[in-house]
């Protein structure tokens, strides 16, 4: 059953349907009656509806403009609807839109249908969804055949959507939410593909009430194009790209990346260096920024919460070159480094609020990594902002780009910390009795300071060893501070001769 309007059209390529206020209804005892909507030269490519068109979960509409780029229109206007009547059992069974790179189809009315599919013949087909989009609780949106683009003008809401693994990008405008549980290929979990882009401030939410579904699952992307914050909750496989040095994503309590930060540029545009803000604890299991152009940070913002972590699995935490932060707030919290497999780059400088607060925790690494701190650590001044704890468990760690104020250094077995040519202040060290090194190594002056009030090991538990590195150029020096005291089984040079 079902009917094709395919006509000779009135009024300029215009085909109205329904002269009253009277809602075609398909009442089909299976709910699969069928409309097609065909675009067409010679024929109509707009099609008014006065009412809606579907109902009581019956009827599947197709607008096709695969021939001729058309617009289904709520004769009521945009914010009237033109598909179904609301977003419970007043929707239509399904919508489908057919389209053809350079035939756009626009739909200028609310849309309530059950199950949703967008097509295209071909690559660059586009959808503009002038008003509100809205499959309900249990709605599906498939994108099928080739990759297109569609655009939302209002808050919507795709349900379980499927990209089919085809290049398939959602726009959504300034201040407004996406709602859905997005999959990049429901057929084949190892396949990534899609991307949901921003202009500005926005919130991808999900769909499901369970909140052990994922928000995307497998897309390529989620990208802040311009100057706002997007909100992001729930689980997360996706990389998050960042458009512009106002760029921000917002990340919720509980929140899962599954992915990498600012690696791959944006569709149309560039990487630029936007920031990341937490209201409570997080994960992003991947690398953040890169040294390439403007791929780096601005900054990372924890929550202002003692209990609350940022859980960071990446290898390469690139902020950038000017200005680049990750700030403690008052409260302090927890930045976790998990990454058990590679050495570690933190390219930040790490802002401290409130003395002895916050904890960078890398006590699950090994010895066989290295992990180096590109910057400075809190402040030393006549009012001190010490991190609260510093855990390097067994690696390598490199302090050698800045200044470091730490209150408490714990240094696993055979954990070591290399100092280089800055001024540090470590108001204790917390280690197992000959066990933990601390390396000088000044890479520039050839000079190492430790303000008044360091404590490197303890009488009780002595470090295992005090080395002098030869650096290039001369001795090693290690100027000292009122009140600095150095416990440790051996001090040692790298060559004779070496250090002052």
Request: charge should be neutral; proline fraction near 1%; hydrophobic fraction near 40%.
């Amino acid at each position: 059953q079902g009917f094709i309007f395919n006509t000779d059209a009135i009024n300029g390529n215009v085909l109205n349907l329904q002269a009253a206020n009277v809602t075609i209804n398909f009442n089909g005892t299976d709910g699969t009656g069928r409309l097609v909507l065909l675009s067409k030269n010679g024929a109509a490519t707009d099609f008014n509806v006065t009412g809606s068109l579907g109902g009581n979960l019956k009827g599947i509409i197709e607008f096709n403009t695969t021939a001729v780029a058309g617009q289904l229109i709520a004769n009521a206007g945009p914010a009237s609807a033109v598909i179904g009547t609301n977003n419970g059992a007043g929707r239509a069974a399904g919508f489908v839109v057919s389209v053809a790179n350079g035939n756009a189809a626009t739909v200028a009315g609310q849309v309530y249908a059950k199950d949703m599919v967008i097509q295209s013949t071909n690559a660059g087909g586009q959808v503009n969804f002038d008003h509100i989009v809205d499959v309900g609780t249990d709605g599906t949106t498939a994108f099928k055949t080739a990759a297109s683009k569609v655009a939302i003008t209002q808050n919507s809401n795709f349900g379980a959507t499927d990209f089919g693994n085809l290049a398939v990008q959602i726009t959504v405008p300034n201040t407004k939410t996406l709602t859905g549980n997005f999959t990049g290929d429901a057929s084949n979990n190892g396949n990534t593909a899609g991307v949901i882009t921003f202009a500005a401030n926005g919130t991808l939410a999900s769909g499901n009430a369970d909140a052990n579904v994922a928000v995307t699952n497998n897309i390529k992307a989620i990208e802040a194009a311009g100057v706002g914050v997007v909100q992001l909750s729930g689980t997360h496989t996706a990389e998050l790209r960042l458009g512009n040095a106002g760029s921000v994503f917002k990340l919720a309590d509980g929140t899962v990346i599954n992915g990498k930060v600012n690696q791959t540029a944006l569709i149309g545009g560039a990487l630029a260096g936007g920031a990341i803000q937490l209201d409570g604890s997080a994960t992003i299991t991947g690398d953040i920024g890169n040294g390439g152009g403007n791929a780096a940070l601005q900054g990372i913002t924890l929550a202002n919460d003692a209990s609350k972590t940022l859980t960071l699995g990446g290898a390469n935490i690139i902020g950038a070159n000017a200005g680049r932060m990750i700030d403690f707030q008052a409260n302090g919290g927890t930045i976790k480094l998990t990454s058990t497999q590679n050495n570690i780059l933190v390219d930040f400088d790490l802002a401290i609020t409130t003395d002895k607060t916050g904890v960078v925790d890398a006590s699950s690494l090994t010895n066989a990594q290295t992990l180096t701190i590109k910057g400075n650590i809190g402040i030393i001044a006549a009012n001190n902002k010490t991190l609260g704890q510093f855990n390097i468990g067994s690696s390598k760690t490199v302090l050698n780009a800045g200044d470091v104020a730490i209150n408490e250094l714990v240094i696993g077995n055979n954990g070591s910390v290399q100092f280089a040519h800055n001024t540090y202040l470590i108001t204790k060290t917390t280690n197992a009795a000959g066990q933990g090194k601390i390396i000088f190594n000044p890479i520039v002056n050839n000079n190492t300071t430790l303000a008044a009030g360091t404590n490197l090991g303890s009488a009780t538990n002595p470090l295992a060893e005090i080395n002098f590195e030869a650096p290039a150029g001369g001795a090693t020096t290690l100027n000292v501070g009122k009140g600095v005291n150095l416990y440790a089984t051996n001090i040692t040079t790298a060559t004779p001769n070496v250090g002052t």
